[in-house]
């Protein structure tokens, strides 16, 4: 089992960037792929980007494709989600998610806020 903790999140101005980071507890963080997702207000969560237990693979959705990167170090046990030229629809409280395999994403950390400002 893996416990994942979120944090980075903040207010930034249209354009700008931020860092959020997913802390992650248990020995065999290493084995699992993380994902981030987002959900604004009365929107449905929405599926962002997925790195694979060793880095070696990435897949990002398109609304993120080429403004945000996802990346890994096992040693600390944490993903990073760099946010560049983040937009006013970019607001939403972001969550990582944690798999061992199947499509299913059991482990969920507790979120970080990030408001973008117009």
């Known amino acids: 089992q893996v416990q994942l903790v979120e944090s980075g999140g903040g207010l930034v101005q249209a354009g700008g960037s931020l860092r959020l980071s997913c802390a992650a507890s248990g020995r065999t963080f290493s084995t699992y792929a993380i994902g981030w997702f987002r959900q604004a207000p009365e929107k449905e969560r929405e599926f962002l980007a997925r790195?694979?237990?060793?880095?070696?693979?990435?897949t990002y959705a398109d609304s993120v494709k080429g403004r945000f990167t996802i990346s890994r170090d096992n040693a600390k046990k944490t993903v990073y989600l760099q946010m560049n030229s983040l937009k006013p629809e970019d607001t939403a409280v972001y969550y990582c998610?944690?798999?061992?395999?199947?499509?299913?994403?059991?482990?969920w950390g507790q979120g970080t806020q990030v408001t973008v400002s117009s």
């Open positions: 998610a944690a798999r061992y395999d199947g499509a299913d994403w059991p482990y």
């Open positions: 790195i694979s237990w060793n880095g070696g693979s990435t």
